[in-house]
């Protein structure tokens, strides 16, 4: 099984951004993920494919120091993603099945609440909201309240909130489901 991530990056001292070596994780009797290896070089594309309940979702949070492993190393721009999770956090953009948007919201305001959580400047993230946006074709929807959106505008907007800062590694879980066959082509390109 090839398990691996959407798009990375290196760091500047040329570690491998991420390397999972023989990881085990098991919930209770369940085994997970048996010896899962694989690394992750800056600027791959990389999927992970496996039926539902094969791991792949508890491999990013492991990734991202939400879980922790029975067995194995990961390491994450050379960092134990549990010791250094904060650290490691910050430098991702993620994409959960949820979309985790304020449905209460404006689109806008959404992105707005999500690039100042990561520190980006106003005049930065101002500008990027609008190019995203424009880019998915949902510009015209800036100042709408997201509560009644389709699943698929809902996934839109958490896409353009994963990329928005501008992430050294963006991880997706699930990215296409809900979206139509444009935005996928969008998505990928």
Request: with cysteine.
């Amino acid at each position: 099984m090839r398990d691996t991530t959407p798009l990375v990056m290196k760091e500047k001292n040329n570690q491998h951004t991420i390397c999972v070596t023989d990881v085990c994780k098991s919930f209770g009797t369940k085994s997970v993920l048996n010896g899962v290896n694989f690394t992750i070089h800056a600027g791959e594309i990389t999927a992970l494919l496996g039926h539902n309940g094969a791991g792949k979702t508890t491999l990013l949070r492991i990734i991202l120091g939400l879980v922790d492993i029975d067995n194995g190393e990961v390491s994450v721009f050379g960092e134990n993603p549990l010791s250094s999770g904060e650290r490691i956090r910050k430098d991702c953009g993620v994409l959960c099945e949820d979309t985790g948007l304020y449905e209460s919201l404006t689109v806008y305001d959404n992105l707005k609440f999500f690039a100042e959580i990561y520190g980006c400047p106003k005049q930065e993230y101002e500008e990027q909201i609008d190019i995203l946006l424009e880019r998915f074709d949902i510009l015209e929807t800036k100042y709408q309240i997201i509560k009644n959106f389709s699943m698929g505008m809902k996934k839109k907007v958490a896409i353009i909130r994963t990329i928005l800062h501008n992430p050294k590694i963006v991880l997706l879980d699930e990215p296409v489901n809900s979206l139509d066959p444009v935005s996928i082509l969008t998505l990928h390109d």
